[in-house]
């Protein structure tokens, strides 16, 4: 079958894999419809997790059941689904309190599964004709037949759990004030996810025209960081406070140097943009280790982050990879109910053999790339 290879910093080809098969009695196979790219490849993409060249990237996957395993009961052939990019068993400690990105069978050094991704186990990518999923009764949703909705399914797989999953890390509240630092794909679902929950006002900061149109275009109000202190102008919309809450969905490759030896975070501005007791989610992608990174220190995933400042705020902070099982349901059934159009973010729907280029372009954030949707069928 054809597949999305990565080759090596800044390239990725397609090319002929084998065909993926029944492994385990509680596999599936599934015939991809969509894969969509996502900010999270570009961290292998661009060279910086060390990703060993030949894998098949992909962990945004929807398609339909083509085969199932003698173990399998919830699903059968020609279902159509959408997996959470987290492979999880079901049955571990962290998958039974609903902690599905933090699965210890599958990947018990470490902080869970995903698809095509480095450090996150064997699983191969879907950005292929098709994909093998592990624990299939688990780890498929089951979506409403036919083609209604693809996009807006499409992103139940990651970016529109994982923006919520920011809001409910930082327990954003109706009536309340968010920061969402990042208008990329998951920052944007974070600031729609904290309308959908109530939220009175979210300013959302890039400084990319096209994804900060989109921020307004849901309501949000768009604040470039290019054109002066965000914070001051947070404070200034907010009685000086600063906002209740607080989302980092930018995470480690904004690093900018602060003269000092190691690179500071986002995270900081988001300290200092956030009131005194604000809760921080943080789900921007913060690494253990950074192979290219600019200094010895960052290579080793350290980063400067002003813990004084934090601590003298009290605030509170949650990270790390979106539970997506624990929302992908509900946010189904908003779509299918009409209540929620994510799809608003996919800007590209292109044929696998356009990947390369699409790569290239939604690295660069070429104007109106701002998501990319895969159709391995077409
Ligand atoms: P993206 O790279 O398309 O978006 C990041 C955005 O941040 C860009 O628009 C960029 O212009 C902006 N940015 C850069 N520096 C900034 C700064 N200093 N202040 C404000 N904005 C800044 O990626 P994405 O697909 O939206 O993903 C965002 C992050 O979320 C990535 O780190 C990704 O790996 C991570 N992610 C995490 C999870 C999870 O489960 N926790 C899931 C998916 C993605
Ligand atoms: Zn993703």
């Known amino acids: 079958m054809k597949a999305v290879v990565y080759k090596g910093p800044y390239t990725v080809a397609v090319e002929q894999v084998e065909d993926p098969r029944i492994e385990q009695p ?153 920061s969402v630092f990042g208008a990329g794909p998951v920052g944007l679902m974070a600031a729609y996810s904290a309308m959908i929950r109530g939220a009175a006002r979210v300013f959302v900061i890039d400084r990319v025209p096209d994804r900060l149109k989109l921020a307004e275009h849901i309501g949000a109000v768009p604040l470039d960081f290019g054109r002066g202190d965000v914070v001051e102008l947070i404070k200034d919309q907010t009685e000086g406070e600063g906002t209740d809450k607080g989302i980092d969905a930018v995470g480690y490759q904004a690093t900018v140097r602060e003269g000092g030896e190691q690179p500071a975070v986002v995270l900081n501005t988001l300290v200092e943009a956030v009131r005194a007791t604000g809760m921080l989610g943080v789900v921007g992608l913060y690494v253990p280790t950074d192979p290219g990174g600019p200094t010895e220190a960052a290579r080793h995933g350290e980063l400067l982050f002003k813990m004084g400042r934090f601590f003298e705020k009290g605030q509170r902070m949650g990270t790390g990879q979106a539970d997506v099982k624990a929302y992908n349901r509900q946010l189904r059934d908003l779509i299918v109910a009409g209540r929620a159009r994510p799809s608003f973010v996919v800007s590209h729907r292109l044929p696998l053999d356009l990947a390369p280029d699409a790569y290239q372009r939604f690295d660069k954030r070429e104007s109106g790339w701002t998501k990319v949707l895969l159709k391995p069928g077409q």
């Open 26 to 178: 509680t596999d599936a196979i599934v015939k991809v419809t969509s894969s969509a790219i996502c900010g999270s490849d570009l961290h292998m993409y661009e060279g910086r997790t060390g990703a060993e060249p030949g894998i098949v990237f992909g962990h945004e996957n929807l398609g339909i059941v083509q085969e199932v395993g003698a173990g399998v009961v919830g699903v059968r052939k020609g279902d159509r689904v959408v997996m959470p990019f987290n492979v999880a068993c079901g049955f571990c400690k962290n998958c039974t309190a609903g902690h599905t990105g933090f699965c210890l069978t599958v990947n018990p050094g470490f902080a869970g599964g995903a698809y095509g991704y480095v450090a996150m186990g064997p699983y191969r990518g879907g950005q292929a004709e098709y994909l093998r999923v592990p624990f299939a009764d688990f780890n498929c949703l089951r979506l409403p037949r036919g083609d209604e909705h693809e996009d807006d399914f499409a992103l139940l797989a990651d970016i529109f759990p994982t923006g919520y999953h920011a809001t409910e890390l930082a327990q954003v509240g109706r009536g309340e004030t968010v």
